[in-house]
């Protein structure tokens, strides 16, 4: 077995160089873009933060993961201080990851679409419905089913928002979701195998593709998933607040009677208010 790494030491060994690989590799925006990049990833964290401390505090006081002896410097509400720390780490790498493939936020016609935006409504709301019927089902579907359930929402709210705009550039993010899950799921079988952390057999499926958790691989996946849509929705969002902003104002000067005022030269060498009737 390779020796076990606290947690602070796996995020030293394979968290830190990959912030920083990534950033190097980040474009370079104008000030507007990347003041709203960098507002997104703050949000994002904070999100992280707030969704997922109950939901990983659950699984952990319920058995489904913990940590090698010695991995852990101290905890708060029972979890330890590199998982809050992951949940920031992720949400940095894949937001670096995306802005390296690029995306443009840009609103387009059909962007608002009900049809799509329904449908991932109505998805949303079923993985949160089969997630928790599978919590129920069986202790093997703790893992599963309360990550389906703990999904569900966030994409039902995420495609409910920007469905439209989400069904047009699926290429973009799914590659900018798969490009940082793979490397999540290579360093968290090593992190398995070193002890690190511990997955529980008794409330996993025992399905393990290469020797990773299922659950696990999952995760990795719908956690960097649900950061590519809430980032490239926050831009989007903000894209068409922007053309909202723009008609309203074009709106306005036309209602305006002084935009129809010009002005004609008079012989003393002044301007005076006229309509062009003399």
């Known amino acids: 077995m390779i020796p076990t790494l606290t947690y602070l030491q796996y995020h030293l060994v394979f968290s830190l160089p990959v912030i920083l690989l990534t950033w190097y590799l980040a474009p370079r925006y104008d000030r507007v873009r990347r003041r709203r990049s960098a507002v997104g990833i703050v949000i994002l964290v904070v999100i992280a933060f707030i969704y997922t401390t109950p939901w990983g505090s659950y ?142 057999t008794e409330f996993t499926t025992g399905v393990t593709p290469l020797g990773l958790p299922i659950e696990e691989a999952l995760f990795f996946a719908s956690a960097s998933l649900m950061t590519v849509n809430g980032l490239v929705l926050f831009e989007w969002v903000l894209d068409w607040n922007d053309r909202r902003e723009t008609g309203w104002e074009a709106v306005l000067d036309r209602l305006d009677p002084a935009a129809d005022i010009v002005t004609e030269p008079v012989a003393d060498g002044g301007d005076r208010p006229g309509t062009g009737n003399g």
Not at 101 to 112: A, H, L, S
Not at 126 to 142: I, Q
């Open 59 to 200: 699984m952990i006081r319920t058995g489904v993961w913990w940590y090698g002896e010695g991995a852990v410097l101290f905890r708060v509400l029972s979890i330890p201080l590199g998982e809050y720390l992951y949940f920031a780490i992720q949400t940095v790498i894949v937001a670096f990851v995306l802005h390296r493939i690029g995306f443009d936020p840009t609103f387009r016609e059909g962007d608002f679409a009900r049809a799509p935006r329904i449908a991932g409504v109505v998805v949303g709301i079923g993985l949160c419905l089969v997630g928790l019927w599978l919590v129920t089902l069986d202790a093997s579907y703790r893992y599963l089913g309360g990550l389906i359930a703990w999904v569900g929402p966030v994409l039902a709210l995420q495609w409910g928002v920007g469905g439209g705009y989400l069904i047009r550039t699926a290429p973009m993010w799914l590659s900018a979701t798969l490009v940082p899950s793979v490397y999540f799921w290579v360093v968290d079988r090593i992190a398995i195998e070193m002890g690190t952390w511990v997955i529980s």
